[in-house]
């Protein structure tokens, strides 16, 4: 997808390791329980579990990574295309979780450029698109929650003819949720020769609401574009 990019695989899908199935499976039904509960019963459903139990349960909500994942074809978060395996997705490096002390998910992100394939002929418009994408995992690399921009442009080999950008967000996890966008940008430079997007989200999960939401996450992803055709990206959150 980026020609001479070099980019590191850190799974071969996005799905679980087996080997770690059965605590996986044991933290879902756990997480199942706790979200049929009502709210204002869980704190008594938890103080019956043990203290295996609810290490299990938090760890199916706590962020163990982010990847990020993009795709020069449109992506469907709802599993049409969601390894590599399918020939339509890249993988970058993995950010290791960082806890801050306010809670929130520090992460260094990913970052990439290519050429985009629109055409550099001044008498002819060419398009081009990607989504990228920031993917959350658990321990056991179940997909918490993620948060893309989808692009789209126009280039004419000076100039940016036409841009748009749409950023969306996904919850895979229960207990987690999406509390809005945080920031939804465009810029264009001077004599529309380079275009500029940044998008932010931001999540929550609360296992017990009473108790306060232990983890909050800020994923954001940068754009831009120039009038020649190179394309850049960065994200991080």
Request: hydrophobic share 40%.
């Amino acid at each position: 997808m980026f020609g001479s990019l070099a980019v590191v695989l850190v799974a071969t899908s996005l799905q679980p390791a087996a080997a770690s199935a059965t605590e996986a499976e044991r933290s879902d039904a756990l997480l199942e329980k706790l979200a049929d509960t009502p709210e204002e019963d869980r704190a008594a459903l938890w103080s019956t579990w043990t203290d295996e139990e609810r290490a299990l349960a938090e760890a199916g909500v706590q962020i163990a990574s982010v990847v990020t994942v993009t795709s020069v074809d449109p992506l469907d978060l709802d599993g049409v295309c969601e390894t590599p395996e399918d020939g339509c997705l890249t993988i970058h490096d993995e950010d290791v979780h960082t806890a801050e002390a306010s809670g929130g998910v520090g992460m260094t992100g990913a970052s990439a450029s290519r050429t985009s394939t629109a055409a550099t002929d001044a008498a002819m418009d060419a398009c081009d698109q990607e989504t990228v994408v920031r993917i959350a995992r658990n321990k056991w690399r179940r997909v918490l929650w993620e948060y893309a921009t989808r692009a789209y442009w126009c280039v004419n080999g000076t100039r940016v003819t036409d841009h748009s950008a749409s950023p969306f967000a996904d919850v895979r996890s229960l207990l987690w949720d999406f509390v809005g966008h945080q920031a939804n940008d465009n810029h264009m430079g001077p004599e529309d020769r380079v275009w500029r997007h940044f998008a932010q989200g931001k999540f929550k999960y609360c296992l017990i609401k009473d108790w306060g939401c232990p983890q909050t996450a800020t994923p954001w992803v940068q754009l831009s574009v120039t009038g020649p055709g190179a394309f850049e990206w960065d994200t991080g959150g």
